[in-house]
């Protein structure tokens, strides 16, 4: 499904980011796994990761290659699209992956803590999607034709808010929103840009007391196989959108709608008894604990 295609997968040394990167492999895509190989909060670094999982996919017959540069860095971003392009003649696709985790109520939470999540998610999608799209860019103003992807990756932590994470479920809103936003930028580059928002227990929900049966169920196999899909040539009339993924449910996750409206009010007191009535017409919104 993805024969010669060239995929950069970030945060691939575990996880949802390894299971990405077996499959595109798989499906004959060169990919370029990216890990700095740090703990789950974001912490140290390691270049064993992702040279494992480039040593398990060439061992089939695969073709990848390891990076390790900080995807939230400029200049890491920036070697990072570089490298495939130089190793494999050019980039087709970029799975925004690479995540951290440091959770805390917002009273504890400290400026570190929301620096850092924020920095790798948010900052982390943005670097190297600007370059993959500079280079697109560049592309088909020289009159080539670009089938390229890019796939960023939310949360329903994001989508319908979960307690104890304000600077992750931030960070995901707002990858949420740039997708949709750089989906309408880079159409006319041939370009598509969506998210996917996966339900699975990695490294970074290890912590969590769960048994075996459920673990099974929230592998990250399950979520891989829409990944590979949003990476083909199939997928190019669908982008701009957030699609939920897990063992037990694929789904689109609607975005803000407007719902029920009424004219400009004048006073304070109006302004109050006019939103109270619209609140009462609106339709609830999805929780985490509906959809977790």
């Not at 890491?76 to 995540?99: E, I, M, S, Y």
């Not at 993959?132 to 932590?157: L, Q």
Request: glycine share 12%; charged share 20%.
């Amino acid at each position: 499904m993805c024969a010669g295609r060239t995929c950069i997968v970030t945060g691939a040394g575990r996880g949802l980011g390894r299971e990405y990167a077996l499959l595109l492999a798989q499906h004959g895509a060169n990919v370029v796994v990216n890990d700095v190989g740090g703990s789950r909060d974001g912490t140290g670094g390691s270049s064993g990761p992702a040279t494992e999982v480039v040593d398990e996919i060439t061992a089939k017959g695969g073709s990848a290659v390891a990076n390790t540069d900080d995807i939230s860095s400029w200049d890491g971003a920036a070697r990072l699209v570089g490298q495939a392009v130089d190793t494999f003649g050019g980039l087709d696709v970029l799975v925004n992956n690479a995540g951290i985790l440091r959770d805390r109520m917002l009273f504890s939470m400290s400026e570190d803590e929301w620096d850092a999540v924020i920095r790798v998610h948010l900052k982390g999608t943005f670097a190297p999607s600007r370059h993959a799209a500079a280079y697109w860019r560049e592309r088909a103003k020289a009159g080539e034709t670009n089938d390229a992807r890019i796939i960023n990756t939310t949360s329903v932590s994001g989508l319908y808010a979960n307690v104890g994470q304000t600077n992750y479920g931030s960070a995901k809103a707002g990858i949420a929103a740039f997708t949709q936003i750089a989906a309408q930028e880079l159409g006319r580059y041939g370009v598509t840009v969506n998210a996917i928002a996966p339900g699975a227990l990695t490294r970074l929900t290890a912590n969590l007391e769960i048994t075996d049966e459920i673990r099974s169920t929230f592998s990250p196999a399950a979520v891989a196989p829409v990944i590979a899909w949003l990476a083909s040539a199939d997928s190019r009339d669908v982008t701009g959108q957030v699609i939920e993924a897990s063992g037990i449910v694929l789904a689109v996750a609607e975005g803000w709608h407007r719902g029920p409206s009424t004219n400009p009010v004048e006073s304070p007191g109006e302004a109050g008894e006019a939103v109270r009535r619209l609140l009462a017409d609106a339709r609830p919104r999805t929780l985490f604990h509906e959809v977790s």
